[in-house]
């Protein structure tokens, strides 16, 4: 009698590295939105496989900690945010370009970064004393430098005013661009460059009629 053949049994297929890079994407998203929501000390790596979908040990399999997590998160918002900001700033616009290029881009990022805004809002200051996250203080030095030589340029070149006091200014835009990361929702009625365009209206016109 002829013998019957073993059904023969096919390895899983291990993911494409598109397939892994985008269940990793998909993961830091996930762990952005809990610590931002939460907070960093207390957001726990069981809490972040909670809400992925997978056991904590799961995790692992991409991640060896939630800080080489964060570090991940923080690190390719600012990696965006420079790109941009670079460009911006190597383009040869004049100083209220330059701002309300500078503006526009950093509404942009809220747009593609919003949990991780979120975070480097709450977090920088704190996780910046740590020797892994001081990358965080040396962005912090180049964005308040290219902020403030913006807005001297335009008080020399006389587009700002005289009298403008630079460094107050520049902590008024900067705290209120980026707070938009706590009510702003990408898809939602208006886009970052209209967002940008009414903020910019009300920076360097004000919103009382002129008489």
Excluded at 3 to 24: C, E, G, L
Excluded at 168 to 184: E, G, I, K, M, P
Aim: hydrophobic letters at 40%.
């Amino acid at each position: 009698m002829p013998t019957k053949k073993k059904p023969q049994v096919t390895a899983p297929k291990k993911p494409t590295a598109a397939a892994a890079q985008a269940r990793r994407s998909e993961l830091l998203g996930t762990a952005a939105e809990v610590f931002a929501e939460q907070g960093y000390n207390a957001t726990t790596v069981r809490a972040i496989a909670d809400h992925a979908g997978m056991l904590a040990g799961s995790l692992y399999y991409h991640f060896d900690s939630k800080e080489s997590m964060l570090e991940e998160i923080l690190r390719t918002f600012l990696d965006e945010l420079w790109d941009g900001y670079d460009t911006v700033l190597a383009s040869g616009l004049g100083p209220r370009e330059t701002l309300e290029a500078l503006v526009t881009e950093s509404f942009r990022e809220i747009d593609r970064h919003r949990a991780a805004v979120a975070i480097y809002q709450k977090e920088s200051r704190q996780l910046a004393a740590q020797d892994r996250f001081a990358f965080l203080a040396d962005s912090q030095r180049r964005f308040e430098k290219a902020w403030l030589s913006t807005l001297e340029q335009g008080v020399a070149r006389s587009v700002f005013r005289a009298d403008l006091d630079v460094r107050l200014t520049y902590r008024f835009v900067r705290d209120t661009v980026w707070v938009a990361a706590s009510w702003y929702r990408p898809g939602g009625q208006h886009s970052p460059e209209e967002i940008a365009r009414q903020y910019l209206s009300m920076v360097l016109d004000g919103i009382a009629v002129r008489t």
